[in-house]
């Protein structure tokens, strides 16, 4: 069965679209601030989140709020060690918190990861899908380097389809996008864009 024709059983995943990340005054990856400011992810998740929920489909919030002694998170990587440098997505701060075009709303889900780089990582959101009699995961959001083919690959591994509309989420950089949507995204996941996605809704 293709992806498209599970839209019915779908969730939209938003993933770390939180104002450290996304706001320049708070970022603490100003590379992947940037992107996806660039490619104005932000209206066009908003705009597939309006179509999930007039539809009754879910929408999943997937956040990442470190402790304030980020005790349990394992600093064995560049990423995660610079982030720990800037005492960044502490909760409580400003920048945990979902950027303000995209406020979830009663209806939604969020879903809070305090350590760990991929989004099915030690927190609820394998019983929620299973709960909500999700069979196709539609992911969007930061970042394309890293959590996008990560939540894929858990995704996949977990045996769910996966659709990206590749216009919702933002890396590092333009090439870097590029680089590994065609390299590992498309193999794997069913690429297309917002709009489309929201016709096919």
Known sequence: MKAFDLLA?????????QRGLLEAEHSVLPAITQHARQRQIVPKIAALAAAFRERGLPVIYINVEHRADFAGVSINNPAVAYIRQKNGLVEGSPQVDVVADLAPQASDHIVRRYSGMTAFYGNQLESLLHNLNCKCLVLAGVSTNAAIPG???????RGYQ???????IAGSSQEAHDAILHHMLAPLATITNSTELTHLL
């Open 9 to 17: 059983q779908s969730a939209l995943l938003i993933n770390e679209c």
């Open 151 to 157: 939540m894929l690959l858990g995704g996949l591994d």
């Open 162 to 168: 996966v659709i990206i509309p590749e216009d919702a």
